[in-house]
């Protein structure tokens, strides 16, 4: 679920390193029998491709997904030994090791069959009145219509507040209720009958029907749900309110008894979503208990499909995994173990990860990287022609206060509360896990922001822009090839780690992000004429994206992936002109490119190998099916995309290149993008 909004100087020349430099290009990963002008994607990545076929378990396999792999494979040494042993109870290790040995049992699991759930179904059943939806709804871990989490105030975002989400709809995507495709109609034939079959397998009589209700139920809440362009709008889905008003807008509900079961007592909060909030109340008042009762114990049954018998988890493989997906075969048992770990006690596991596998010097490289990139965007946001003197200087100010945060947290986070026992089922260890996040949200309620607190853990593959705190987010994890190479010369960093620096600080400048000021409130520090011409320039994005035919007619979506391609496009504006600040000065110091390299991959120019390692970061495989499902649920661009899509709209790609009006990639240069 996309709860918060988080975005998922002095020139020093990345040279000023003591070992020999290599070009960082692996010559293997390109096939060089395409043209490199007719499609980039495939010349710089199509050995890659080649080589690394999609695993049965994968949808997509990439780049990022090769190297989480490597992480979840040092993850798993470091985990297996500590399960492997016997710890003090409440500590650290007990904890892991417990988790970790739970999800490997599955012996255990199909013995115990469904016996762990029981209680919380009957939960559902006790319920005899529909006036007690307010309390079971508040206390439940395990079902409900809409969610609840504490996040920064997008108006005074130095203070957290209670925020709602709309939720409620298994298949997550409102386009997935209402689109008459035959290929989403057939997703939808093939959803009742997972749901069918799941009600069996969990012993349910008149499966058919109850699979029907499901259908219904999620039907209308998506009807009213708001699509994902939508949800991109940071003030529409703003609506800050008293708990006084939230019971006059939504009075199906006693507020004040569901907060009760939160153990919360609120002064307001922001509905997200107001008509699906409205809608879900309607719903409890006017649809049937036992409909209700039939929708809430198929969310639970859902909800447990992992932790409970190996036929349970394979049916539910079979729809979510093979058919909407196109995966041949499930993540090995192993590999879902860490994974649980990872998302029960990810900064426990975190600081093992950075004491063996982040050595400090990669944190110091990158904190001079990050500085030439601001110092590149600043720049760049000077010299912008469309932009008036007034607004820039806002844009330079939020530029200077950006907090980055690289590697690993200063403080970490205490897991004392977290009781993990190995004498209760795996389900209800999970229960706890769930309970323990859910309380740690809340526990930030009315409590000033925490600046310190990150969103992703140190062995996370990937990266984020947070609005609220105006930060950028550098995990461990990210920090290694293909995206960081501490032996590698400026033209590989900047074009792969450098590019993704610079998408992360275009998040501040984006269609959302730019709507927050330095301090991370929405509010507007824009001109209007400014504004306006803004919003022009995106539009050009938005169009381009949404004539890209990604499969026999389905074309992207370029609404809804505008955050991303605009990062994308200003990453790669700003990193190659930090790139080339880093090369003016070296050459001002008369120091070669790189002391050591293979001379084949020499034959490359700087830029053309700048441009070689950007490409490398998206390189991959994926299935027809992944291909439809993230074009619906994705905000990013599909990963070719992101690399022929994104470069014509670059004018240093055409002259690194030689791309001349003849390639079917060229733009006229008045159809080109241009805003950061």
Known sequence: MNKPLVFFISLMALTACTKQQTTGIHLENLDTTAVAQNDFYQYACGGWMKNNPIPDEYSRFGSFDKLGLSNLEQVNGLIADIAAGTHKMGSIPQKIGDVYNLSMDTARRNQEGIAPVLPVLQEIENVTDKAQWSEVLGKAMDFGLWAMYVDADAMNSSMNILNEYQAGFALSQKDYYIDEDEHTKHIREEYVKHVEKMFELFGQENATEKAQTVLRLETRLANAALSNVELRDPVANYNKMSVEELQKLVPEVDWKVYFAGLNIAPDSLSVGQVRHLQEAGKMLAEESLEDMKTLFTWQVIDGSADFLTEEIF??????????????????????????????????????????????????????????????????????????????????????????????????????????????????????????????????????????DKWFMTPQTVNAYYNPATNEICFPAGILQYPFFDMNADDAFNYGAIGVVIGHEMTHGFDDQGSQFDKDGNLINWWTEEDRARFEERTKVMEEYFNAIEVAPGVYANGAFTLGENIADHGGLQVAFQAFQNAKKQREATNAKPTTQSQQRELQFTEEQRFFLAYANVWAGNIRPEEVLQRTKSDPHSLGMWRVNGALPHIGAWYEAWNVTPESPLYLEPEKRVSIW
């Open 314 to 451: 394979m049916q539910n493989f079979e729809f979510y995994g093979r058919i909407l997906s196109g995966r041949q075969e499930p993540t090995p048992l192993w590999k879902r173990a860490v994974a649980m770990v990872n998302g029960t006690l990810g900064e426990a596991v975190g600081q093992m990860y950075v004491e063996k596998y982040f050595p400090e010097e990669n944190k110091e490289r990158m904190i001079g990287l990050v500085k030439n990139l601001q110092v590149a965007l600043g720049e760049r946001i000077q010299a912008l022609e469309w932009m008036s003197d007034e607004t820039k200087e806002k844009a330079m100010e939020k530029l200077s206060t950006f907090t980055v945060k690289i590697g690993y947290p200063d403080k970490w986070r205490d897991y004392t509360a977290l009781e993990i026992d190995p004498e209760l089922t795996y389900y209800a260890n999970i229960q706890r896990a769930a309970k323990f996040e859910q309380d740690y949200s809340l526990s930030f309620l009315g409590k000033p922001v925490d600046k």
